[in-house]
């Protein structure tokens, strides 16, 4: 009986590991069939990494990045983005921006975005003609020849320029203002990307963040000043530039896919993402996919490519966080643990 029990319990322990993701830091050769998320880490620990999730057999890497560079990634990683054959990633607190080859993962260069001592604090970046627009806080867009890899010029916008986007032949800059607080700014700033210049300032509401585009118009969210000024989702149009507001209350978070607006908001104190129809303007679905699994929904993502889309659950902001991944109709498919606050990825 005794050895019929111990069989029985090996047979469960073998079934439970064979369904376990693999955490141990395989190196990684090539980036293919796979996923690679940046983890933003805790402010001021110099703690950011990358996490390499091969999807293939589901094997996790957290130490992508130092074994492929032999340094940390360095403090609060606050974007990723892939351009070509390069991978840019933005490292705020350290004031670099690291190009890795996006065959391999391995370092082209580190740029340095610290000038006369100080750190321009670089936030978001985003591409057009060749080049790299990157929004500093410092109240600059830095623009990066992508083949030299040299920062070439710097335009002036707002204050504190937070996300930005290319779209519509142009590049939109929300102007946050968030470091003056309680004096925030409240402008899209539209440069030219050819002649490298700030075109105009666009009056959109008190601070601007994520902006997305779809179908020729823009959706930014702004926050207010978490108090008095209720956050709230404009649009504009990109040819009249007139600004009009979107009937929805209380709104933290926002992120396209394909023709709709993915929204997390917060309705009688419980967070819940909707779908909201662009086409019509209404509510779509206003509780599409449950977050009662969720500590804390940090951010979201949807991949065009594999029409799939990624929840990312920052849990305590000091635990490892988790990765979510859906499909296009809401469905849960897999999880994946990564390190401290997953954020953003590019998928292979």
């Not at 100080?118 to 500093?136: D, H, L, M, T, Y």
């Not at 083949?147 to 986007?165: A, E, F, H, Q, Y």
């Not at 149009?237 to 908001?265: A, F, H, W």
């Amino acid at each position: 009986m005794k050895y019929k029990l111990f069989l029985i319990a090996l047979i469960v322990l073998f079934s439970c590991k064979k369904k376990e993701q693999i955490t141990i830091p395989i190196p990684v050769s090539e980036l293919k069939n796979g996923l690679l998320v940046l983890n933003e880490g805790l402010f001021q620990h110099n703690i950011s990494n990358l996490t390499w999730v091969d999807l293939s057999n589901n094997a996790i890497n957290n130490e992508f990045f130092e074994q492929k560079t032999g340094r940390k990634l360095g403090d609060t990683g606050n974007d990723i983005q892939k351009y070509g054959n390069k991978i840019y990633i933005i490292v705020n607190m350290s004031g670099t921006v690291e190009v890795l080859n996006a065959n391999d993962g391995t370092s082209l260069k580190q740029i340095s975005f610290v000038e006369n001592n100080q750190n321009k604090q670089p936030r978001k970046i985003s591409f057009s003609e060749g080049k790299a627009f990157v929004s500093c806080f410092d109240g600059y867009v830095d623009v990066i020849d992508t083949t030299s890899l040299k920062i070439i010029k710097r335009i002036k916008v707002g204050s504190n320029p937070d996300n930005i986007l290319s779209f519509n032949q142009k590049i939109y800059v929300s102007n946050s203002g968030g470091l003056n607080f309680p004096e925030l700014d409240s402008t899209l700033s539209v440069i030219d990307p050819v002649l490298l210049t700030e075109i105009k300032k666009i009056t959109i509401g008190k601070n601007p963040g994520k902006i997305v585009g779809i179908n020729q118009q823009l959706y930014v969210l702004t926050r207010g000043n978490y108090s008095t000024i209720p956050a709230k989702i404009k649009k504009v149009d990109v040819s009249s530039e007139n600004v009009t507001e979107l009937s929805i209350s209380d709104p933290l978070l926002i992120e396209k896919m394909e023709d709709q607006l993915l929204v997390v908001y917060s309705n009688s104190n419980q967070v819940k993402l909707g779908k909201y129809s662009i086409l019509n303007s209404v509510w779509e679905n206003t509780q599409w996919i449950s977050l009662n699994a969720f500590q804390q929904l940090y951010s979201l993502h949807y991949d065009q490519k594999t029409s799939k889309l990624y929840l990312f659950d920052a849990m305590d902001y000091t635990s490892s966080g988790y990765l979510k991944e859906y499909d296009l109709n809401g469905s849960f498919i897999q999880e994946f643990k990564c390190s401290i606050i997953p954020s953003e990825l590019i998928v292979f």
